[in-house]
C-alpha cells in the first residue's frame, strides 16, 4: 500500500509541474499589457500614450536593421529589465521592468528573479518576431 501512495504521489507532482500557472504570460501578452501603450502595437514606436512628448519611444521593428542585421537579443534583455545601466532621462520615461514585474511579497528571491528573466526574456523574443527584413 505504501508503493502505491508514493506512486499516486509522483503522478501528481508529474501533473502538478506540466500545468502552466495562471499567472503566466506569454512574450506578446507582456508586450501588448506593458510596452504596447509607449511602443504601439506593432512595435513601431506609435502607441497611443501622451506621456512621452520629448522622448518618443524608438521603433522596435528597426533593432535588428540598425545592427547590421542581428537581433541584439542581449542588449534588448538589459534595456527592459533596466537594472543594469545607468539611467539616462529618456530610460527613466521607461519602467525598469526587471523590478516592476517582481512577485508579490517576493521580491529580488531567486524565484522571482528567475520568473522576471523569463518573461523578459519572452517579450525579447517576441519583439525579435517583429523585426523587418
Known amino acids: 500500500a505504501g508503493w502505491m ?3 499516486a504521489f509522483a503522478c501528481v507532482l508529474a501533473l502538478a509541474g506540466s500545468v502552466r500557472p495562471a499567472f503566466a504570460q506569454t512574450g506578446q501578452q507582456d508586450f501588448e499589457q506593458y510596452c504596447a501603450d509607449c511602443h504601439g502595437l506593432k512595435a513601431n514606436g506609435k502607441g497611443t500614450s501622451k506621456l512621452l512628448p520629448q ?14 542585421g542581428t537581433f541584439p537579443f ?3 534583455v538589459s534595456i527592459i529589465d533596466g537594472r543594469q545601466a545607468i539611467p539616462s532621462h529618456a530610460r527613466i520615461e ?6 516592476t514585474l517582481q512577485q508579490p511579497g ?9 520568473r522576471v528573466k523569463a518573461r523578459v526574456e519572452a517579450m ?6 517583429l523585426q523587418v527584413k
Do not use: C
Not at 522622448?55 to 547590421?68: S, W
Open 94 to 99: 521607461m519602467p525598469f521592468w526587471g523590478v
Open 74 to 76: 542581449d542588449r534588448v
Open 55 to 68: 522622448h518618443p519611444p524608438p521603433d522596435l521593428t528597426l533593432l535588428a536593421k540598425e545592427n547590421a
Open 124 to 129: 525579447t523574443r517576441y519583439i525579435e518576431t
Open 5 to 7: 501512495m508514493i506512486a
Open 106 to 114: 517576493k521580491e529580488f528571491t531567486p524565484q522571482s528573479d528567475a
